[in-house]
T-cell receptor, first 112, second 112 residues
Framework: GDSVTQMEGPVTLSEEAFLTINCTYT??????LFWYVQYPGEGLQLLLK?????DKGSNKGFEATYRKETTSFHLEKGSVQVSDSAVYFC???????????FGAGTRLFVKA | EAQVTQNPRYLITVTGKKLTVTCSQN?????MSWYRQDPGLGLRQIYY???????DKGDVPEGYKVSRKEKRNFPLILESPSPNQTSLYFC???????????FGPGTRLTVT
């Protein structure tokens, strides 16, 4: 079945450091890929998405590119802020939009 | 304001006592889904619904029931809760297809 694997956390960075959170997937068909962010005590909210191969999603300085050849969707940000501290989830939604598979989540701590 | 609401936000109950967690959305979305979030496992899909009266199992449906009698509501029913259903539950909705989902604030359930 479909699956999503993302790097384990927690990840601890200093403010203005470069961030990469790795995400790889296995899926049949042509899934859509998403990064969601969860702040303490809140539900998930969309960070960015890509619906087909080579698409780049971007938002708030975060970027991720849908790489079909490496089945990856790594999240990057050039300069993190304390306010970026949260849990980040990589997810895929199957071709028909029926099921969504989430990775285990990566907790990010950013120190001032 | 576009939103997904869940009630209750917190619930402590005992084994075997039937309970219902409500979910409502005001965005006229056809698709709704329930997830549970457990440490180290990310979010796992319990049930989803593509439209009124159309529901299907996700990856962890055992011990849960759902119904979709109205487009805006998608309650989650635990007819005989057990301690292994202690978790954080999220409801989500979206348009059908490769689109982002909108999440409720979560319901923290403890079964003793």
């Amino acid at each position: 079945g479909d699956s999503v694997t993302q790097m384990e956390g927690p990840v601890t960075l200093s403010e203005e450091a470069f961030l990469t959170i790795n995400c790889t997937y296995t899926a049949t068909g042509y899934p859509s890929l998403f990064w969601y962010v969860q702040y303490p005590g809140e539900g998930l909210q969309l960070l960015l998405k890509a619906t087909k191969a080579d698409d780049k999603g971007s938002n708030k300085g975060f970027e991720a590119t849908y790489r079909k050849e490496t089945t990856s969707f790594h999240l990057e940000k050039g300069s993190v802020q304390v306010s970026d501290s949260a849990v980040y989830f990589c997810a895929l939604r199957d071709t028909g939009g029926f099921k969504t598979i989430f990775g285990a989540g990566t907790r990010l701590f950013v120190k001032a | 304001e576009a939103q997904v609401t869940q009630n209750p936000r917190y619930l402590i109950t005992v084994t075997g006592k039937k309970l219902t967690v409500t979910c409502s959305q005001n965005m006229n979305h056809e698709y709704m889904s329930w997830y549970r979030q457990d440490p180290g496992l990310g979010l796992r899909q319990i049930y989803y619904s593509m439209n009124v009266e159309v529901t299907d199992k996700g990856d962890v449906p055992e011990g849960y029931k759902v119904s979709r009698k109205e487009k805006r509501n998608f309650p989650l029913i635990l007819e005989s809760p057990s301690p292994n259903q202690t978790s954080l539950y999220f409801c989500a909705s979206s348009d059908r297809g490769p689109y982002e989902q909108y999440f409720g604030p979560g319901t923290r359930l403890t079964v003793t």
